[in-house]
Every structure is written in structure tokens, then in C-alpha cells.
């Protein structure tokens, strides 16, 4: 059990912002990672539904304060980018959650939400790792959540703040740092 009560065995897979029109500052920096990601995570997401490891997207809300999950995946899929949305829609086991900051858990019900899930460790997913990625790693580690970042399973806007930020996650908060390939839903094996 985690200091916070949770089984540190339970996983969630989470999926940061990844329901995105990419009509945004630095879109054509992002879109790049983010195809090379879209099929990894469409394995991580597709590994974990088979599990019954709950899957939680949180996603920014662009500002829109009277949208809804369904309006930004109808947005994002009306798009030229919805290739990019298509393979890892949310299902209707899915789980989701609108944030307006970086972290996942910043004002968000998510920390209550994985706790009434009984869930001590997250696997973050999702777009942009050396930003929201990276403070929701923080966040995770400072709630005594497990995480594991799967590197292959996150996009960036710039590849050496990427790396950067992956270390920092790994080295100060301990946040486990592998492959898509190697990611398990169920005890950390060390």
C-alpha cells in the first residue's frame, strides 16, 4: 500500500491532452512527435483496456469553461489532424477529466477519482513531455503515486527538453522510464 492508502499494485493508464485540434503556438513543432506516438499508444491503450487496467484521459479544455469531453473529441475530430485523434479515441469504458493548467492534477478531481479507483501507481501518457508530462510526473510523486512514463508513448515540442525532462522524472521523483513494450499493468518487479 502507498502512504496514501492506494494499491500500489492498481495501475491507471493516463492520456495527457492528446484530444487536440493542434491549432495552437508550437502545433508544427508537436505534430511530428505525436505521429510517431499515436500508433504506440493505440498498442499501451489497446494492452491495458484488455487488462481492465482503467484508462483516464485528462485533457485541457483550450479555455472553452462550457465544453465538454464529447465537444472537444467532436472538435479534434472535425480537424486535419483527426488521424491523429482516430486510433486512440476514448472508448465508453474510458474515463475522463478536463484540466485548464499543465498538471493533471492541478484543480482536477483526478486525485480523488484514483483513490476511489484504489489506484497507487499511474503510466503517463500523452503530449507534451516536457511540460505537462513533467508536472504531472511531479504532482504524481508527491501524492506517493508509483509512476512510469513510457517514453515511446509521450510527444515532444522539443526532443532535447524531452530528455531532459525524462531524467529529471526518473532521477527526482523516481518515476520509472522504459519503453511502451515493457509496460506492465500490474506489480513493478525490481
Known amino acids: ?22 491549432d495552437h503556438e508550437d502545433a508544427e513543432l508537436l505534430v511530428p ?5 499515436v500508433p504506440v499508444l493505440a498498442e499501451v491503450l489497446g494492452r491495458a483496456r484488455r487488462a481492465d487496467v482503467p484508462v483516464i484521459y485528462v ?25 491523429l485523434i482516430e486510433p486512440i479515441r476514448p472508448d465508453d469504458q474510458s474515463l475522463f477529466v478536463l ?3 499543465h498538471s493533471v492534477f492541478f ?4 486525485s480523488y477519482l484514483l483513490g476511489r479507483l484504489d489506484v497507487g501507481h499511474v503510466v503517463l501518457t500523452g503530449q507534451v513531455t516536457e511540460q505537462c508530462v513533467l508536472y504531472s510526473a ?25 530528455s531532459a525532462a525524462l531524467e529529471m522524472m526518473e ?3 523516481g518515476a520509472r522510464i ?13
Open 1 to 22: 500500500m502507498t502512504e496514501r492508502g492506494a494499491d500500489a499494485t492498481r495501475s491507471a493508464l493516463i492520456v495527457i491532452d492528446m484530444i487536440n485540434t493542434y
Open 99 to 101: 484540466k485548464a493548467r
Open 107 to 110: 484543480e482536477t478531481p483526478l
Open 33 to 37: 512527435s505525436v505521429e510517431q506516438v
Open 138 to 162: 511531479l504532482d504524481a510523486h508527491i501524492r506517493h503515486l508509483g509512476v512510469t512514463v513510457p517514453r515511446d508513448a509521450v510527444a515532444s515540442i522539443h526532443p532535447h527538453l524531452a
Open 171 to 173: 532521477r527526482n521523483m
Open 59 to 83: 485533457n485541457d479544455n483550450f479555455g472553452r469553461w462550457r465544453s465538454h469531453h464529447g465537444e472537444l473529441l467532436d472538435a479534434a475530430l472535425a480537424r486535419p489532424h483527426a488521424h
Open 178 to 190: 522504459i519503453t511502451a513494450k515493457e509496460t506492465e499493468f500490474g506489480p513493478r518487479e525490481d
